[in-house]
C-alpha cells in the first residue's frame, strides 16, 4: 500500500495553489513520485494487483497507474510505448484505439533516473467501459503512458495517466462526472493531466532497487 509522506515537499512542482501535491512513497516505499492530493490510493477502495500502484480522483475520473512487469525483450525500444499502449487497449478491450504521438523522453524529464536509462511516451484515444459494464457503455479516454526500460534488472516499468474525453452517459462514470465533455481541469483551478503526469516524472525516484529482486 503506498503513503503519503509530506504534504508539502512536491509543492515547488505546482502551478496550482488550489491542487496541492504531496510525495507518496509506493511499493513500501522503494519508489516515490509527487502527485496532486486529490488522487488517493485505489488500493483502499478495492484490490489492487501486487505489481500495481493506483490513484485516482473519483471526482474527474483520471488517474494514475505505475505498473511493474518483465521487460519484453522482443520489443525494440523505438516501438515499445506504442506497444504497451496498444498491449493496453487490448486487455481493456477497447473498441477503438487512436496512437496520437510517441517519442523518447531526455534525461531531464525523469531527473531521478541514471542518465542513459530509455524512455519514451506514447499518447493515445481508446474507447473503454469500466469492468463491471458492456460495450454499449465506453468511455472515450487519452491514455498517456510512459515506459522506463530498466534493463539491469530486467523490468519494464509503466506510468500511465487516464483522463476521460467524453462520458458515456449509459457508463457509471456519469453518475459522478456527468455524460458528455468533462469541465477542463485548469478551468475548475486543477492540474490537467499532462502537467500531473510531468509532475510525477519530474519527482520519480527509486530508493530501492530490490523492489526488482536484485541485491
Given at each position: 500500500m503506498?503513503?503519503?509522506?509530506?504534504?508539502?515537499?512536491?509543492?515547488?512542482?505546482?502551478?496550482?495553489?488550489?491542487?496541492?501535491v504531496?510525495?507518496?512513497?509506493?511499493?513500501?516505499?522503494?519508489?516515490?513520485?509527487?502527485?496532486?492530493?486529490?488522487?488517493?490510493?485505489?488500493?483502499e477502495?478495492?484490490?489492487v494487483?501486487?505489481?500495481q500502484?493506483?490513484?485516482?480522483?473519483?471526482?474527474?475520473?483520471?488517474?494514475?497507474?505505475?505498473?511493474?512487469?518483465?521487460?519484453?525483450?522482443?520489443?525494440?525500444?523505438?516501438?515499445?510505448?506504442?506497444?504497451f499502449?496498444?498491449?493496453?487497449?487490448?486487455?481493456q478491450c477497447?473498441?477503438?484505439?487512436?496512437?496520437?504521438?510517441?517519442?523518447e523522453l531526455?534525461?531531464?524529464?525523469?531527473?531521478?533516473?541514471?542518465?542513459?536509462?530509455?524512455?519514451?511516451?506514447?499518447?493515445?484515444?481508446?474507447?473503454?467501459?469500466?469492468?463491471?459494464?458492456?460495450?454499449?457503455?465506453?468511455?472515450?479516454?487519452?491514455?498517456h503512458?510512459?515506459?522506463?526500460?530498466?534493463?539491469?534488472?530486467?523490468?519494464d516499468?509503466?506510468?500511465v495517466?487516464?483522463?476521460p474525453?467524453?462520458?458515456?452517459?449509459?457508463s457509471?462514470?456519469?453518475?459522478?462526472?456527468?455524460a458528455?465533455?468533462?469541465?477542463?481541469?485548469?478551468?475548475?483551478?486543477l492540474?490537467?493531466?499532462?502537467?500531473?503526469l510531468e509532475?510525477?516524472?519530474k519527482?520519480?525516484?527509486?530508493?530501492?532497487?530490490?523492489l526488482?529482486?536484485?541485491?
Amino acid at each position: 500500500m503506498a503513503g503519503a509522506v509530506s504534504t508539502s515537499a512536491g509543492s515547488e512542482l505546482n502551478r496550482y495553489p488550489g491542487d496541492p501535491v504531496s510525495i507518496k512513497a509506493l511499493f513500501g516505499g522503494a519508489i516515490e513520485m509527487a502527485i496532486p492530493n486529490r488522487f488517493t490510493d485505489v488500493s483502499e477502495l478495492r484490490e489492487v494487483p501486487d505489481h500495481q500502484e493506483v490513484y485516482g480522483d473519483m471526482n474527474r475520473d483520471e488517474s494514475i497507474i505505475v505498473e511493474i512487469l518483465e521487460m519484453k525483450s522482443d520489443v525494440e525500444d523505438a516501438n515499445a510505448a506504442a506497444w504497451f499502449l496498444d498491449d493496453l487497449a487490448s486487455v481493456q478491450c477497447a473498441g477503438s484505439l487512436e496512437l496520437e504521438s510517441k517519442r523518447e523522453l531526455a534525461d531531464e524529464e525523469i531527473p531521478g533516473l541514471e542518465p542513459g536509462i530509455f524512455k519514451a511516451l506514447a499518447i493515445g484515444k481508446m474507447t473503454v467501459a469500466k469492468e463491471s459494464q458492456g460495450f454499449d457503455a465506453r468511455n472515450l479516454v487519452r491514455v498517456h503512458l510512459v515506459i522506463v526500460r530498466l534493463r539491469r534488472v530486467a523490468t519494464d516499468l509503466l506510468i500511465v495517466a487516464n483522463e476521460p474525453l467524453q462520458i458515456n452517459p449509459y457508463s457509471t462514470t456519469a453518475r459522478v462526472v456527468g455524460a458528455g465533455e468533462p469541465v477542463p481541469a485548469a478551468q475548475v483551478g486543477l492540474m490537467p493531466i499532462p502537467e500531473v503526469l510531468e509532475t510525477v516524472l519530474k519527482s520519480f525516484r527509486i530508493d530501492d532497487w530490490n523492489l526488482f529482486g536484485t541485491d
